[in-house]
């Protein structure tokens, strides 16, 4: 017996959708990051992979609608928050600081060298409270 293939037309995305899915995925990624929130602790919550929550960040993948309550919860926002655009969205503001930088390659290391890396860093500042 044949199998029966059943083809769905493909779903057009029009170029206002694929702004604002490009504009909530850069959301997504400024909350995430302003958490401290990996793209793998992210998917983990949302039970997508790393893969999918890269592909939403850079509004490639629609979130879907049953997503966006638990993805709001996960980055500690109302939905509202996580919907804004124009003067209520997250902005961005300039280049990012070096210690921001070094802060995020600190968070990258493993967590023994993390924690070697505060022991100096609370060395350090303990001798300037002197």
């Known amino acids: 017996m044949a199998a029966l293939t059943i083809q769905m037309p493909a779903m057009t995305i029009s170029d206002d959708e694929r702004t604002f899915f490009a504009g ?11 958490r401290s929130i990996t793209q793998v602790q992210l998917a983990e919550a949302l039970g997508v992979s ?27 926002v109302s939905l509202d928050e996580l919907m804004a655009e124009g003067e209520h969205a997250p902005r961005k503001r300039g ?36």
């Not at 930088?101 to 070697?116: F, G, H, N, V």
């Open 24 to 34: 909530l995925g850069e959301r997504v990624a400024q909350l995430r990051k302003a």
């Open 50 to 76: 790393q893969q999918t929550v890269q592909a939403y960040e850079v509004g490639r993948r629609r979130i879907p609608v049953s997503t966006l309550r638990l993805l709001a919860k996960t980055l500690d």
């Open 95 to 130: 280049p990012v600081p070096q210690v921001q930088r070094q802060l995020e390659r600190i968070s990258a290391l493993p967590k023994p060298k993390q924690r070697a890396v505060m022991d100096v860093i609370e060395a350090l500042l303990a001798q300037q409270g002197r």
